[in-house]
């Protein structure tokens, strides 16, 4: 059994060669009908609204994206607007994309019954965002462990460190073009890479 | 045991089995639920199934108190020096039950966090397999484990006598 | 809220709320410089190793040198620190701890019996399933999630199954919407009972270990017939769910809610007037309003604060809104309202199950749509179409279109969120899991700091984290 983790992505061809434009936002004003929404984001340039149903549910939410610049001012904005109940931050990697690291931050309005969840992207040559640990304290974790798994970095963060990897750990797995890490697994009839 | 005399009064028997039926019958295993198998870890011992039966309802928080490493789930690259550590404190006969395919081989989780298989780690002695393994089935890979120490010699885990 | 339950309308209240509130006033300031990290940190924390790893010097063999004594571990402090500890000493609980719950370790900072400060230390069981998601197709991925959180797994099938519902646009038939409702609601039950047995161990009414565990064994009976696995169930799929109920199912649900109910009476006869248990839990491990949403607790430990969000009544799903049942709320939010919501839940849940039995809608139990579900066994040796629809599901799998999708599920920890980016293709880009343990972990410095020793396992009990969805 070999040891080496088999790295499947070690072809991949040239980031640059493959980037797509990703289209960060058009219109000036938020296009959605939800007054609740609109009174968080009204003021926020640039900013994308859309509206989606839940499955098997009559309940939607919103999903919001917005320039990195006003990211702070986005969370303040909408925890002022009354989404004060924080219940994720996330990031993911949009490989072959620029820019290529998404954040995410997850908020209810517990009045008005919406959800809001605020949408970012940072490029990959500085995958910087500023905190928003001071504005939600629960933030801190997630934000440590969006680091660890895929290497965007807070500023200001007040313990940046690695959360569920080791210390001394290398890498950041969730990336891309981190492989799985997957040993092959040997069958009586020959070996099978995953 | 073998060799009961005919005259009452005597029992003979070897060291050797005398010591292992007395290892088998009051094995303590240590608490080292890592995931989903130690619950059915945890269901093996209370109400339903017993293990008190066999003497072995004292899970033992302390590695020094403990006969017997149930390794019952995952064991990710961050918990492996600390499952070693436990396992060197525990003091001698000791054994390693690993239960459960993630802590046999990885199981479904073939990736960078898992340690695939708990033998890289630790020495193991017996296997259970099953995702997570029923009560039923660990009960069969405990008392496997007592025959195992029944035929064999009184040894460590180093193999000195 | 004229459809919750005040619990705390009889508790012998007045000390207790006197008590909890001030210890709450007070120890806000605390812990806002703590969780926030803005004022100057503490020793302790750079001298840390997580990991464990550095214990030793690297040219001696660990094994051989803890036995000859020639090595103590004492991975935690920096010793060269010049710091001033005074009557400060760092105490260490777990990873391997019999009541962390998992592999949960606190690094505890101690004045006498008082806990200053509190640092928990997660990822020692971190799986990688996020990752693990990715090279899996949709089909196969509820057999992934299924293992997070493996206290309430139809919860996290479910949510994922809704997650990728949603991007796909689908509705599942009436009667897999009831059985996901069954089949979750009873895993509360069985989830709870589990609470209930550890939480009493863990303060030291040991007989509760026992009852709980007697009780969820009826419930995991159920689930083993129905699924024909005890845990880790993998039966709500995308579509609907894998296998219809088996027969006479309704008289096993019966006689399950009757074993439940009288063992849920017997645990508050043990338990309600029992002055140690009293004792050891009103008025520990307070967490206010406030600190849930900054936190983002969701479930019994949020509604046991008097935060009333329960997604079954908010956002509710799989129809969940046409049952009668309420939430009930507690006042003081100590680890004894804990134990009150999560008891009341119980009722609550069971009273769900009653409803769906009685109502339980015939037809399919997932949906007709070939591109999700494979056709039936016998429908492939007469029809050219089901095979070539049975052979694309399980070589491509089920074609997902591109699109971000969240959805949440109340679980009994609290809200269970998957988030998904598909970039189409039959397999997620990314997967993010909420998980209700993770806030609930990290909040437990608010509920433990400036306690005593002797608290802090009845304050974690009381979050009832599953080490599983911490770390994922
Ligand atoms: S073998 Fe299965 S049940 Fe056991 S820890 Fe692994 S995933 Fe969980």
Redo the contacts with the bound molecule.
């Keep these: 059994m070999a040891d080496e983790p088999v790295n499947k992505t070690d072809d991949v061809p040239e980031m640059d060669e493959m980037v797509e434009e990703h289209a960060t936002s058009e219109p000036e004003t938020p296009v959605t009908d939800d007054p609740v929404v609109a009174a968080a984001l009204g003021e926020i340039p640039g900013v994308l609204v859309t509206e989606h149903d839940q499955a098997s549910s009559d309940a939607t939410y919103h999903q919001a994206i917005v320039p990195s610049e006003s990211w702070v001012d986005a969370v303040v904005a909408a925890k002022d607007a009354g989404f004060t109940f924080f219940i994720d931050l996330y990031a993911a990697d949009h490989f072959r994309e620029a820019p290529r690291f998404e954040v995410g931050i997850n908020l209810l309005n517990r009045r008005e019954r919406r959800r809001l969840i605020l949408r970012t992207r940072v490029p990959y040559d500085a995958p910087t965002l500023p905190t928003v640990s001071h504005i939600f304290a629960g933030a801190n974790f997630y934000e440590r462990e969006a680091f660890d798994l895929l290497g965007v970095e807070f500023t200001g963060h007040p313990d940046l460190t690695r959360i569920l990897l080791p210390d001394e750990w290398e890498g950041h797995p969730l990336r891309k073009d981190h492989a799985v890490g997957a040993i092959p697994v040997e069958f009586k009839a020959g070996s099978v890479d995953l | 045991m073998a060799g009961i005399s005919s005259e009452p009064g005597f029992l003979l028997t070897t060291v050797e089995k005398g010591v292992n039926w007395a290892r088998t019958r009051s094995m303590w295993p240590a608490s080292f639920g ?4 130690a619950i ?1 870890m945890m269901g093996t011992g209370a109400a339903h199934n017993d293990l008190a039966r066999f003497g072995m309802e004292v899970f033992r928080a302390s590695p020094r108190q403990a006969d017997l490493m149930i390794v ?3 064991v990710s690259q961050k918990m492996a020096p600390v499952l070693r550590q436990v396992y060197d404190q525990m003091a001698e006969p000791k054994w390693v039950l690993s ?5 046999s081989t990885g ?3 073939n990736n960078y966090a898992l340690v695939q298989g708990v033998d890289e780690v630790v020495p193991v002695d017996m296997y259970v397999p ?3 393994p029923g009560p039923q089935s660990l009960m069969h890979g405990i008392l496997s484990l007592h025959q195992l120490i029944m035929d064999g010699e009184i040894r460590n885990s180093t193999g000195v006598l | 809220m004229s459809d919750t339950t005040d619990l705390t309308a009889d508790v012998p209240a007045e000390e207790v709320e006197e008590a909890s509130v001030s210890v709450a006033e007070e120890r806000r300031a605390a812990h806002d410089v703590w969780v926030s990290g803005t004022e100057e940190r503490m020793p302790f924390a750079t001298g840390t190793d997580e990991g464990a790893q550095e214990m030793l010097p690297s040219d001696i063999d660990p094994a051989l040198a803890i036995q000859e004594g020639i090595e103590v571990d004492d991975d935690y402090v920096d010793e060269d620190d010049d710091h001033d500890f005074g009557d400060r000493q760092i105490i260490n609980m777990g990873p391997q701890h019999p009541s962390t719950h998992g592999v949960l370790r606190l690094q505890m900072e101690l004045e006498g019996e008082t806990v200053v400060r509190v640092k928990p230390i997660i990822g020692y069981l971190h799986t990688g399933m996020e990752k693990t998601a990715e090279t899996l197709n949709y089909a196969q991925g509820a057999t992934n999630v299924t ?1 997070m959180d ?1 206290l309430s797994p139809f919860h996290n099938e479910l949510a994922y199954s809704l997650t990728v519902e949603q991007l796909l646009g689908i509705d599942v038939p009436p009667r897999a919407n009831a059985i996901r409702v069954l089949m979750t609601e009873l895993n509360r039950v069985s989830s709870h009972l589990l609470w209930a047995a550890t939480q009493g161990m863990d303060i030291g009414a040991l007989s509760m270990m026992i009852y709980g565990w007697r009780e969820r064994e009826t419930c995991l009976d159920f689930f083993e017939k129905t699924t024909g696995l005890r ?2 169930h993998n039966y709500i799929r995308v579509g609907g769910v894998a296998a219809d109920l088996p027969d006479g199912w309704r008289d096993d649900v019966a006689s399950l809610i009757t074993t439940v109910s009288r063992g849920v009476d017997e645990y508050e006869q043990l338990l309600n007037e029992n002055p140690i248990f009293l004792d050891r839990t009103m008025g520990v491990g307070v967490i206010t309003p406030k600190e849930v949403e900054q936190f983002g607790i969701t479930g019994p430990m949020a509604r046991a604060s008097g935060v009333n969000w329960d997604l079954r009544k908010e956002m509710p799903y799989c129809g969940i809104d046409q049952y009668e049942f309420d939430v009930p709320l507690g006042k003081y939010g100590d680890v004894h309202d804990r134990y009150e919501v999560r008891i009341a839940e119980i009722r609550e849940s069971l009273k769900i199950v009653e409803q769906v039995m009685d109502s339980m809608p015939s037809g399919d139990y997932r949906t007709e749509d070939r591109k999700v579900t494979p056709p039936p066994r016998k429908r492939i040796d007469e029809s050219m179409e089901a095979l070539i629809h049975h052979f694309k599901l399980f070589t491509e799998g089920i074609a997902v279109p591109p699109g971000t999708a969240y959805q949440a599920v109340e679980g009994p920890r609290g809200e269970i969120g998957c988030m998904m980016i598909s970039k189409g293709g039959s397999r997620p880009w990314r997967m993010h899991w909420r998980a209700p343990s993770f806030a609930a972990v990290q909040a437990l410095p608010v509920m433990m700091t400036d306690s005593l020793v002797a608290d802090v396992v009845a304050s974690l009990a009381s979050a009832d984290p599953v080490l599983g969805d911490v770390d994922r």
């Design positions: 890592l995931a989903c198998c059915e019952a789930g995952r239960m459960g395919a993630c802590a199981g479904m989780f099953g995702c997570p | 293992r493996y845990m880790n």
